[in-house]
C-alpha cells in the first residue's frame, strides 16, 4: 500500500468516525426533546429514532437500551457540576454562607442554569420510580452526592473555625439540602417562577442558617 493509499483510508476512517459522532449526538437531541415532551417513561427507542432519522437498528447499535440513551444525556452534566462543586470544596470562600451558596450555585447551573423546565420535570417525575430505571438511579446517586458535597464542604469549614465545633454537621447538610432542593422543586412545577428568582431566594434562605 502506498503512502497515498494510507493517507486515504486514514481520511475514509475519520470521516466514518465523525458521522458516528454526529448521530451520536442526533440521537441523544432526539431523546432529551422526547423525554421533555412526552416523559421519560412513556419515549421509547423506536420514537427516539424515528425523531433522529435513523433506524431503530442504529440506534440500539450505537446505545444498547433505553437507559444506556438516558444515562448519556443525564450523566455527563451531572459529573460537569459536580466537578465544579469538588473545585469550591477544594478552594471554598472563607465565610461560611459565601462557600454555601457558591457550593449551592454549581447545582444551579445544571442544564443551562435550569432552562429547559420541561426536561427538568421529567427527569424529577422519573427520578423518583423506583422502577424507572437509570433515571431512578442516576437520581438516588446524585442526590447522595450532592448531600455529601454539602457534608464535605461544612466539614471543612468547621476545621478552619468558620462553623462551630459544637454545630451537627448531619443536621446542618440535610437541611441546606432540603432548602435546595425544596426550591429546585417548586421551580420546575411553576412555569411562571423565573430561575433568578429562585437563585436569590435559595441565597436569603441560606443567609438564615
Not at 36 to 58: C, E, F, M, N, P
Not at 75 to 99: G, K, M, T, V, Y
Not at 112 to 122: E, F, P
Not at 162 to 178: E, F, G, K, P, T
Amino acid at each position: 500500500m502506498t503512502d497515498e493509499d494510507e493517507m486515504g483510508t486514514r481520511e475514509r476512517m475519520g470521516t466514518r468516525e465523525q458521522q458516528k459522532a454526529r448521530r451520536r449526538q442526533d440521537v441523544l437531541r432526539a431523546a432529551e426533546h422526547l423525554f421533555a415532551q412526552d416523559g421519560i417513561q412513556k419515549t421509547t427507542v423506536d420514537a427516539i429514532a424515528a425523531r433522529a432519522g435513523l433506524a431503530w437498528a442504529t440506534v440500539y447499535k450505537y446505545y444498547g437500551s433505553k437507559d444506556a440513551i438516558v444515562d448519556a444525556v443525564v450523566r455527563p452534566e451531572l459529573e460537569r457540576i459536580f466537578s465544579l462543586a469538588d473545585q469550591i470544596i477544594a478552594n471554598p470562600p472563607h465565610e461560611a454562607r459565601d462557600a454555601v451558596f457558591a457550593l449551592v450555585g454549581c447545582y444551579t447551573r445544571w442544564r443551562d442554569n435550569w432552562q429547559d423546565r420541561r426536561l427538568l420535570r421529567a427527569m424529577s417525575s422519573a427520578g423518583a420510580i423506583k422502577d424507572a430505571g437509570a433515571v431512578h438511579e442516576l437520581s438516588v446517586w446524585a442526590n447522595t452526592r450532592l448531600r455529601a458535597q454539602i457534608r464535605d464542604l461544612l466539614e471543612l469549614l468547621q476545621q478552619r473555625g468558620c462553623v462551630a465545633r459544637s454545630a451537627n454537621l448531619d443536621d446542618m447538610s440535610q437541611v441546606i439540602y432540603a432548602v435546595f432542593n425544596q426550591e429546585y422543586e417548586d421551580y420546575i412545577r411553576s412555569d411562571a417562577m423565573p430561575a433568578g428568582q429562585v437563585f436569590a431566594r435559595i441565597r436569603r434562605l441560606i443567609n438564615t442558617l
